[in-house]
């Protein structure tokens, strides 16, 4: 089982070794064999372990070696199973080899295929290592290694100027939350003396009550420890805030999208807040932030959603909206339903990207939806997926979404924090938007007239069996996954997560959830039907009301329309004023001060006093002989009146 | 092995390389220079290997200088010539001579003229880096540390850009004038000590007063070497008209003698002056790391932009040295290390499109990646290194220095770690601009990647970097006792009473409730981690040791033996009884 684990984390690696290194020589088939097969070896042996450890509640630990040892400062390398992160193994490592397969399909004919390929299965090694890790530094190591890769593949078309910014720009974002991140480790560390996790949640109980010194005051040291961390994960999970680089992140490969964007890496942020529940259940005030966060994430980013014209964009704020479902949910110390909502978002989200990589593909690269429609007929299998997909998304009864959404909505319902109702009314409304934002981009794509040209319609054909066959698992996962995993991820009284995941007992939102009353329940499947009514209406019966609407109340549908002008309000209030005080403070600091009063200001000084001295020396005798005289008659004086 | 004066061979050597190429001067013409290039390269690589040896011979365990070499120079004046090395010396000693050769191998085809002198330079440099590391004499300390001057300024002089001359003077005198403060402290030493021993002058006592000036003069020295803002504006400038190789020695190894000084001289001579100067010192690393990395956002120039950022690195330098924390000072020599490695590869990089298209405008690149993928590549890891990329040796040293000072002031921490993003920034948007793109410029179209020459230059870098930012296990185990040497000097001399020993330490408070509130499990049953803790060697035993008896607990002492394990027990109430009689 060890030997397993090991594979399952570093057959990605090799496959990206492959791939990297003799890519290039051996061409595209055999590094997209190397890197498929490998990945599916791990897929293989990750769902074997999720089945054999996973469902009889065992881990397993495998040290590797040491990392870093500095007197009390320890940590290994190593790969720990719990069913946390065996949960996390499983879903990465099947949407990863799915994307693989889609991407074999999707990326033909693109002259960087050995790129490509070795950079997925480097992006899938990091974020194994990530939720694999024993200890805080190595999931830092995943987390910035994940970071790497989504910029690498942000910015996979490199000759792209639009895509180059949107890679830095999402690294840099990510920088500013791992400073939270960083921070977090190192408060941790200050309270425990130790990263590991395991040591670190045994000592919790004794530490409850510490106080943490930290800039200005003195702070509750968990709250103080957990605020950081949940900073990072605000960062890697594009919370809202930090929001802002997840759309443009869509300038990559579909593929991308669907793998980092929105089955995995942006979900790191909610797994490490799940990770450290047991500090999180001292933490009160941190979870009621956490809570609003994500609350505010999922209303803000699904209105946006509701505006978009980019097929890829409107997917990427429904992926904002629906993390922020996911931290209400761990806020509110309903941890399981987070990860439960996780684990069907990554299917149905992973399904919706894939399904508009196919659209895109079949539109000859058309990517606003005002320019599609009736080709529902042209791509029937693309057509059903996305169907399938959003019914998840919103939470239609019975496809996976409901059953983890309806879970996340009663939790809201029956918390003890006082945030917990305010959560509810914000995630039905979000529910809603969400059901509209969705059939608008479905009616807008694939129903009414055709508004693309000609040359496009003509062109229109079904993806290839490679592409569809990754759609039709996905769809699978999304239609069924809910269903099947209900009772063990969330079931009432399961014992799936063991010590995975710690919840106090009066935090208990798990056993009450199952037993709201029934409008409760059914409140999202309501909000759900509420949506998708209202866009049948827009789009179908009432086509002017949008155009209506957008001049009626136009300063709302700008605002909306252009993200709530987060962007321009970073560009003012930081972009523009470092790069502003870089130039000012080279110019005027570093060149004017520093060299100018420095090493230019004495050497200008000494060749005038050079002068000077110079001009004293005339040559004339007398001038000399005169100043001789002088000092004599000073030296003489002193000496007789001192 | 162990007869032959290693130390010594290993400082000469390179010298006597110096010598073979002088005297072949003769030959003239090609031949000339290439017999220069063959015998440099071969009189570092031998270097090279003899440091390899100087490790292996090398016992991490004590404290002391190893593989003395000393006799009698003058003995009238009581000065010698007295060389070793320490853990602390010895990783620098390494990274000298790993980068002599590399320059040598980077330069052999891009410098063309006066090769034979080109090639001296470089060898007498190499002498004089590591004579100056391991000198444990302060004439010949401050001989060797004088010495580096000289090369690098004809390197800079001779073979510089257009404006080297200006370059040249300004890095020359503004290191000189730092020098002469330090040699009038250095004087003053001599004469208090009796001696120009270093060992011993590291055990004199100096009182307050006197401590904070010779803390200044040296101070004057190493900041100007390191470079620390505000005196880093001569750093730019020399690295802007140095050769390729010249930037890759100055950047790799210059930049360390600053770092190197405090840590062998200011720490543990001035331990007063160094707690009173310690806000001012982390005042202007802040400083260092948010300006220069402002700054660096704003060049044109690509070696102006990493010379800037190399500033910032040694900000991490300097506040992780005067933590004086066994993390954060291991922090601060293993980010030298690995600066050295990394920034001299950022050169090298710089040097390589320079060698092709003769500019060093970042506007004059651009798609480069089109035609030089292998470059690309290998620019990318340096790029991410030096952003401090956890798996790169960047990240270990960074990250070990935020954690020594977060445990003494957290302000620090949170303002270096904006550094975090900075950096990111400036050096991601040098390389979109240089790499990523379309290529447009005709210049440009006929480019060429990496040669077999270039790739070999570059491995050894690229596996350093790289082993050491996932396995750095064996340079800390390497510093690890010299350093904790130093902190426990440094604390006995503040507190001799041992009141605050351990106070200021988070984890160390963190280690004392451990075991008298409540006993983890975590250590109980882990005792393997404390048993092959490397604090079992004497020294930090005995600091430890009298951490618990200065408590009157006896549970400290029992939690000891506990985790020594009793094989270590004689040896314990051996060191007791002897300081309590």
Known sequence: MQTLAILVVFLPLIGFLLAGILGQKLGDRFSQLATCGLMGFSTVFSVYIFFQLGLHGQSLSVPLFTWIHVEFFEVEWGIQLDSLSIVMIAVVTVVSFMVHIYSVGYMKGDPGVPRFMSYLSLFTFFMLSLVTAPNLLQMFFGWEGVGLCSYLLIGYWYDRDSANIAAIKAFIVNRIGDIGFVLGILTIFGIFGTVDFSAVFELVPEHQNDTFSFLMGKYHALTLATLLLFIGAMGKSAQIGLHTWLPDAMEGPTPVSALIHAATMVTAGVFMIVRVSPLLEYAPLTREFITLIGAATALITATIACVQNDIKRIIAYSTCSQLGYMFMAAGLSGYSASMFHLTTHAFFKALLFLGAGSVIHAMSDEHDIQKMGGIWKYIPITYVVMWIGSMALAGIPFFSGFYSKDIIIDVEWVSQLPVGKIAYVLAIAAAILTAFYSWRLLLLTFHGKPRAGDAVMSYIHESPLIILIPLVVLAIGSLFSGSLLYDLFVGEGTTFWGAAIFVLPEDDVMTPAHHVVHWVEWSPSIAAFLGIGVAYLFYVYETDWPEKFATTFKKTYLFVYNKWYFDELYQWLFVNPSLKFGKVLWEEGDQEAIDGLGPNGLATLSVASGGVLCRLQTGYVYHYAFAMIIGLVLMMGWYFFM | ?581
């Open chain 2, 1 to 581: 092995m162990a007869g032959l004066p290693l130390l010594s061979m290993t400082i000469f050597l390179p010298l006597l390389g110096a010598l073979a190429i002088f005297l072949n001067w003769g030959n003239g013409g090609i031949a000339q220079a290439n017999n220069a290039r063959w015998v440099a390269l071969w009189a570092s690589l031998v270097t090279l290997g003899l440091t390899l040896t100087l490790c292996g011979n090398f016992d991490s365990t004590s404290s002391n200088f190893q593989l003395e070499d000393k006799f009698q120079w003058m003995p009238l004046l009581n000065v010698g010539y007295h060389v070793g090395v320490d853990g602390i010396s010895l990783p620098l000693i390494v990274l000298s001579a790993l980068l002599i050769p590399v320059s040598i191998l980077a330069s052999w085809t891009s410098i063309e003229e006066r090769v034979a002198e080109y090639m001296i330079a470089f060898l007498v440099l190499e002498t004089m880096l590591i004579g100056m590391f391991s000198a444990l004499d302060f004439i010949l300390f401050y001989i060797f540390f004088e010495g580096v001057l000289i090369p690098m300024f004809l390197i800079i002089g001779i073979w510089g850009g257009p404006n080297r001359v200006y370059a040249a003077f300004k890095f020359f005198l503004y290191t000189l004038l730092g020098s002469v403060l330090s040699l009038i402290a250095i004087i003053y030493v001599y004469f208090e000590v009796g001696s120009s021993d270093i060992p011993l002058a590291l055990t004199t006592p100096f009182s307050p007063e006197i401590q904070i000036w010779l803390w200044i003069a040296f101070f004057a020295s190493f900041a100007v070497k390191i470079p620390m803002w505000p005196l880093h504006t001569w750093l730019p400038d020399a690295h802007v008209e140095a050769p390729t190789a010249g930037s890759v020695i100055l950047a790799g190894v210059l930049l360390k003698m600053g770092g190197y000084g405090f840590i062998r001289f200011s720490i543990p001579m001035f331990p007063e002056a160094s707690a009173y100067f310690t806000p001012f010192i982390f005042t202007l690393s802040i400083i260092a790391i948010i300006y220069t990395s402002l700054v660096a956002l704003a060049q044109k120039d690509m070696k102006k932009l990493i010379a800037y950022s190399s500033v910032a690195h040694m900000g991490f330098v300097t506040l992780g040295i005067f933590t004086v924390d066994a993390q954060g000072m291991q922090g601060a020599i293993t980010q030298m290390v690995s600066h050295g490695l990394i920034s001299a590869a950022l050169f090298l990089c710089v040097g390589v499109v320079y060698d092709r298209i003769h500019s060093r405008e970042i506007a004059d690149y651009g798609g480069l990646v089109h035609r030089m993928p292998r470059y690309a590549a290998v620019f990318m890891v340096f790029m991410l290194a030096s952003v401090g990329l956890p798996g790169t040796s960047g990240f270990v040293g960074e990250f070990l220095v935020l954690l020594g000072t977060y445990q003494i002031n957290t302000w620090v921490t949170t303002l270096a770690s904006t550094g975090m993003v900075l950096g990111a920034a400036y050096a991601l948007w040098l390389y979109r601009r240089v790499i990523f793109g379309v290529l447009q410029k005709p210049k440009l179209k006929a480019i060429v990647d990496l040669h077999w020459r270039e790739n070999l230059v570059f491995s050894p870098l690229l596996a350093g970097t790289l082993i050491l930012g996932f396995y750095p296990m064996p340079l800390l185990t390497m510093i690890d006792t010299s350093v904790a040497n130093v902190i426990d000097q440094y604390n006995i001399a503040l507190d001799p009473e041992g009141e605050r020993f351990f106070k200021t330490k988070k984890s160390m408070e963190m280690a004392s409730y451990h075991q008298t509130n409540f006993f983890p499990k975590h250590y109980c049953e882990a005792p393997k981690a404390l048993k092959q803790s490397k604090m079992v060697q004497d020294n930090r035993l005995s600091g430890l040791l009298r951490f618990a008896r200065n408590d009157n607990n006896l549970l400290n002492l029992k939690y000891f033996i506990k985790m020594f394990g009793d094989e270590q027990w004689p040896y314990i109430s051996c060191i007791g009884n002897g300081s309590e009689a």
